[in-house]
């Protein structure tokens, strides 16, 4: 993702010569540059603001209006530059046509900049002060598809900004795969393929070939182009499924109208898993969870367009020519789709942003902790005397479900690799002599102490307890969540410990938001992942041995730890890896985040290489906790589980690759949470040039 752009507090800043503002209504101004042909709408105090720059000024204060001033230093509205150098700067950009028409490098300039959908397609709201925030993390997306994709450009914004992402949208047509190559980005949404028409072709004949064959094959195709420009996720959605069938009831089977377009997307679901990085989005699940009928507009015209009924309430007059300038009242329809016309757009871009937030890793949370009573079962353990009074004779599907289904959802996010704890103002004595369940009880679907990597049970301040999980862990109170059913202890941690996730406030929506919510998932899951709970606990036994042991020397000795490094093969599985780079914080040197087609081509290149470090100590199989990058002679990336720190693997580790590499370069990218990984190179023979980077040989 792209850092967010500063500014000196003691810039002299204009408006550009080339910026125009448009008044569109009262609170509705277009910001338009005329060379790059970037487009704002605002509202009017940001315009006011942006007016004031028509005389030079010096911006020395930036709150409260710094992201302003910053988003629109970043994208040339506002500059530092006089109007001569400004003209010097166009001209260079077009010289090197030497006479010739500029146009084409003009418009490469202009795709390179370009932010936004297709003008024709482009519904924005007006930008706020509020809106323009520089201090979010960045994710910079390219929308590749037709009109159901372009429309959503400003709403993926708006759901990125309910998030705290600065979301960044540049949006052109699905044959215009090249466009990945000239603009940049962390991820790539494909909408509806074109080719969906031929699902519902009435002229087919050929009933040899699947209907969908010509689907899959323009999927394939954008896929495989996209992949010659970009290593980046692919995020490709499926079709929303019809709400109406030509032949009604009477159109049924795998062939009817229904059918085929749910053959399609599995079929498009299978696709996917044969490429690296590539995930389908499930749109006829996001949009039949709010009512499909009200969000897809297959009621009028050839059955296909699937867009967004109320595309209809926002038509320009010209379109009214087709039809003798007449139309019936709308007003129904509006009724009928709740007055808003792009409620298709809101619910989309919220299923886009969850798969991002998922294939991206934004804000995961790695350790789930809930309260006991009241959360895992009724009332108080200690009055009630055992979690459940159900036997095999009660309905599971009663009032007991709400628990059963907890406990199922907490295990399933178990296997995703997400850690359990506990914190519980209780005696433990007594809630380990109790919390067991009789025969004839579900015993698999129900949770039990050795499911939790660390137990809180005791009298003391639960924010205490959490930040000594945190610790224990070695994990970051911000990759918490924590649930429970008392206000009081909710709001106390809210205070106290902000980072920290808060949920507990609606024990009906907790399955449900548990098994959903984006991050608690993962792109793919992994034999280290399913383990995660055993490997946690393996590290608690090691801190409990590092604190009886006499030195660290002796320590280190007492763990029998065996490292094995290897040159990864491009054919390997390299998810796991993939997950390391996303997920590591504390032993990352650069925080690089690789996807699984880049390092499958450096893994591939026989100058280049991927490496995994997999450790063994006394205590567990801690499986594959190293990897590093090698690519054009430089240490793209280095990065090492928290849980074997302090054990020499890294060392071994960096050893191992410099008998590959004699003669390398690396870097170390300072963040807030990696002091541990900060000598490495120094400690392994590299000479620092003072400014970050090392060198070796």
């Given amino acids: 993702m792209s850092p967010d752009p500063g500014f000196s507090a003691s810039m002299h800043l204009r408006l550009s010569s080339f910026v125009h503002l448009v008044p569109i209504t009262d609170d509705r101004v277009l910001v338009v540059d005329a060379i790059s042909h970037v487009r704002l709408v605002v ?17 020395s204060e930036p709150p409260p209006t710094g992201g302003v001033i910053a988003a629109m230093l970043e994208r040339g509205m506002l500059t530092e530059r006089t109007p001569a150098e400004e003209l010097a700067d166009v001209a260079q950009v077009l010289g090197p046509y030497h006479g010739r028409d500029p146009d084409a490098l003009l418009q490469k300039y202009r795709r390179e900049a370009k932010e936004g959908a297709e003008p024709y397609w482009a519904v924005t709201k007006a930008l706020g002060i509020e809106d323009l925030d520089g201090s ?53 949404l494909v909408g509806a393929l074109r080719s969906r028409v031929s699902l519902m072709d009435p002229r087919r004949t050929d009933t040899a070939t699947p209907p969908h064959a010509a689907f899959i094959a323009e999927a394939r195709q954008i896929i495989e182009g996209l992949r010659g420009h970009t290593t980046a996720p692919i995020l490709i959605d499926g079709l929303p499924e019809p709400t109406v069938q030509p032949m009604g009831f009477a159109d049924r089977g795998p062939l009817s109208h229904r059918g085929r377009v749910r053959l399609a997307n599995m079929a498009l679901s299978v696709l996917v898993e044969s490429y690296p990085d590539v995930h389908m989005v499930d749109v006829a699940t996001a949009l039949g969870a709010v009512g499909a009928e009200r969000l897809v507009d297959d009621g009028i015209c050839n059955f296909t367009h699937m867009g967004s009924p109320g595309w209809l309430l926002q038509r320009a007059d010209e379109e009214l020519i087709p039809v003798h300038g007449q139309f019936p009242d709308m007003a129904p329809l509006a009724a009928w789709i709740g007055g808003d016309p792009y409620a298709r757009e809101a619910v989309t871009a919220r299923a ?34 055992a ?191 993939v997950e390391l780079f996303q997920r590591t914080t504390q032993f990352n040197a650069t925080g690089v985040r690789f996807s699984e087609a880049e390092l499958k081509a450096v893994a591939a290149s026989p100058r280049d290489g991927v490496y995994a470090a997999h450790v063994t100590d006394r205590f567990a199989d801690n499986g594959l906790v190293g990897a590093a990058v090698v690519r054009d002679g430089e240490i793209a990336g280095l990065a090492l589980s928290c849980r074997v720190l302090g ?33 490495i190179y120094r400690d392994n023979g590299f000479v620092s040039d003072g400014e970050g980077s090392w060198r070796r040989g």
């Fill in 43 to 59: 509202n009017a105090e940001v315009a006011e603001l942006i007016r004031g720059f028509a005389a030079p000024q010096h911006a």
């Fill in 136 to 188: 979010r993390a960045r994710i910079d997306l390219i929308l590749l598809g037709d009109c159901d994709i372009h429309m959503e450009a400003d709403f993926l914004r708006r759901e990125g900004a309910q998030r705290g992402v600065d979301v960044r949208v540049a949006a052109t047509f699905p044959d215009d795969v090249r466009f990945a190559a000239e603009h940049k980005h962390d991820a790539i």
């Fill in 352 to 385: 886009h942003l969850d798969a991002l937030a998922v294939v991206l890793a934004l804000d995961a949370k790695k350790c789930v902790v809930v309260d006991l009573d009241g959360v895992l079962w009724p009332g108080v353990l200690a009055e009630t005397g």
């Fill in 387 to 577: 979690p459940f009074a159900w036997t095999p004779q009660d309905n599971p599907h009663s009032y007991i479900g709400l628990y059963f289904g907890l406990h199922e959802a907490l295990l399933a996010l178990k296997k995703r690799g997400v850690l359990l704890a506990c914190v519980s103002k209780n005696d433990a004595a007594t809630v380990r002599e109790l919390w067991t369940y009789p025969d004839g009880y579900p015993h698999g679907m129900l949770l039990t102490p050795d499911d939790f990597v660390s137990l809180r049970i005791n009298w003391e301040d639960k924010v205490d307890n959490l930040r000594s999980i945190a610790d224990e862990l070695g994990l970051s109170p911000g990759t918490f969540l924590f649930i429970d059913d008392n206000p009081v202890e909710r709001e106390r941690v809210r205070q106290r410990l902000p980072e920290v996730e808060v949920w507990g406030d609606d024990l009906f929506a907790l399955r449900r938001r548990l098994l959903n919510d984006p991050r608690l998932q993962r792109p793919s899951l992994s034999a280290e992942a399913a383990a995660r709970t055993e490997l946690a606990k393996a590290q608690v036994k090691r801190q409990a041995a590092r604190a009886d042991a006499i030195s660290e020397s002796d320590y280190v000795a007492s763990l029998n730890v065996q490292t094995r490094v290897e040159r990864v093969a491009p054919d390997a599985d390299l998810k796991r890896i």
């Fill in 647 to 679: 054990l020499g693997v890294e060392h071994t580790f960096l050893q191992r690759i410099l008998a590959d590499h004699p003669a390398l370069t690396a870097r170390i990218v300072p963040t807030a949470r990696n002091a541990p990984v900060r000598n």
